[in-house]
């Protein structure tokens, strides 16, 4: 069982306190931080992640636990081929050569892009290019996924097919979406709004 | 090792994401160093004929002494002027060699299949005063191509009278004959040697060949080129003062026409070509560093907004997980291969330049000009990813995806 453990979390850019003494465990399961703009959503995910170090207060995760999280913006190589991308991700996380081939079509079929291997990544949808990077996560076969806003700029149709591969792929991992949007999926989930800094 | 050999393939990935506005600057830059390294090539060039012509040529530093205007006369000089030159010159310019070279001719004519010839007598120890390097007994050295050997003709003189002299039966002596003596040689530039007289083959023998060939002339055994020239038959072409210090040269000339002697150095009409020569080298060593400074200002400012708008790449990098060690790494290499690239490419232009130029001389300019341009290449490399990559590379995640576009 994966967790992610607040203790008074606390982060401030200059006189503003951004995440404020936040108390609070996320477990297994999915997870959806509502909240307006600039009360400090992706501020959260990016000290759960790491990215943030200059707050107070205390983030525990296990130690066994792989963390993957997927930023807001299309963080790859968009005149690469998604093959080539998922081959740079592929040697980043130092995985063994020799399944490379066999691990990057299982993960794509996965989210349903096996056919666009050989597709230059700036050719793709924006469905597809949000599926790209949730592939690239889920080649470090995390356990705790954290998720910025996966369902933005998408129309209707990507948004649910979107969502259905979230569930299928990570619905026994702990995932953490950050999103403006209402997200549906087909099992309960856990929706948090987000105030001031705090979780209410 | 796999992992290393893995990160290769992601430099390579890398590599492919080219971009027009760097393969501009690398095309300039590499034009750049070529074209400098082609200019000193050429002053390069211009600097050896320089030396050739008049640093290393002996003409430059010989001064020729061939009459004497003291005791308000005017006399050619004598066989007993050679042992007075050396003996004031060693006392005026002790420090300083001077060497006092006479050179001979026979008065009357030598014939060589009954065409006239021009002949000159020369101490082997003085071979470099025609631009050799040594001269062999029984060796004939033209300024033109001759046969292999040639008959020299001698009328054997029979009784000097007071209206000339009576010669007898023609003497062949044969003589090999070598190509290499100096048309440039100061001998041929005295007053009694007219231009036209080069019409006819020149020669020239060492003074142990010339005593026997004076002997069968005068048709008795010569003790001295003393006794020579005593007849009248022989005389001195003129006198050569050859000085080692090319600075010198004139203050010698002075002196020797201070002494009464005429004195033509051929250096002083020169005595500004150094100067002019000196002036065009500082021109172009300074322009030569203004153009490198230029240069490389240029291609690191350019290398700085290629890596600038590379940072969105490296963050990229940096979200799949490569560290910033294995970042830096791709990029060192993949800077690297371009920089072989273009130290190839201008090692080759320079290579080929200095081929034509030099034709295969100077080998060693050409090593040292190639040599010069890989440590600026290296030196550059070190710069370039030592302060503009890493200092990228070790920004902060949110720094480099936010900072730039991704660059395609």
Known sequence: ?200 | MKKRSNDGSCAKLLLKKSSGHLKISLAIFLASITITGIIGLLYARQYFQYEKDFLENVAMRTITVERYFGNQSVRSVSFTDVSELTRILDKEFPSTKTTVIPVYRPNTGFTVDESPINLFAVERSHSFLVDLDDMLDNTAYSISQQPKTIGLEISVITEITDNGFVSGVLERVILNTELGASRNTPILSTQNFFPSMLEYPTFFVNMDTFHEIASIFLNREIVSMQDATDSGLISLQGIFVYVDDLRLVSAVASFLMEQDYSAAAPADAFDNFGETLSVAFMVFLLSSICLICMTTVNIILSFRSFYRVQQKDMGVLRYMGFGNKRIYKMYRKNLGIKFLQIMGVSALLIFMAGMILFSFGHWFVLAAFILSLAAFLCLLFIAISRFIIYSYVRQELLVLIRESKEFE
């Not at chain 1, 477990?27 to 501020?43: A, C, R, W």
């Not at chain 1, 291997?117 to 076969?141: P, Y």
Request: glycine share 6%; proline share 2%; charged share 25%.
């Open chain 1, 1 to 200: 069982m994966a967790s992610i453990q607040l203790h008074q979390l606390t982060l401030s850019f200059g006189e503003k306190k951004v995440l404020d003494s936040i108390t609070h465990t996320f477990h297994d399961g999915i997870t959806v931080l509502h909240g307006n703009s600039g009360v400090g959503k992706t501020t959260l995910l990016h000290a759960i992640a790491g990215i943030y170090t200059d707050y107070t207060g205390e983030i525990l995760l296990q130690p066994k636990d792989r963390l993957a999280y997927c930023l807001q913006e299309d963080l790859f190589f968009s005149n690469l081929t998604v093959q080539e991308n998922m081959h740079l991700k592929y040697v980043a996380c130092e995985k063994p050569e020799e399944n490379e081939t066999e691990e990057v079509l299982e993960t794509l079929s996965l989210f349903g892009i096996e056919a666009l291997l050989t597709c230059k990544a700036k050719t793709l949808s924006g469905g597809e290019r949000q599926r790209l990077k949730m592939a690239m996560l889920a080649l470090t076969k995390p356990d705790i996924v954290l998720l910025d806003e996966p369902t933005a700029k998408l129309d209707d149709d990507n948004i649910a097919n979107t969502l259905a591969v979230i569930e299928r792929v990570w619905q026994d991992k702990l995932l953490l979406i950050v999103s403006h949007d209402k997200l549906s999926f087909s099992k309960p989930i856990t929706e948090i709004c987000m105030q001031g800094g705090k979780l209410q």
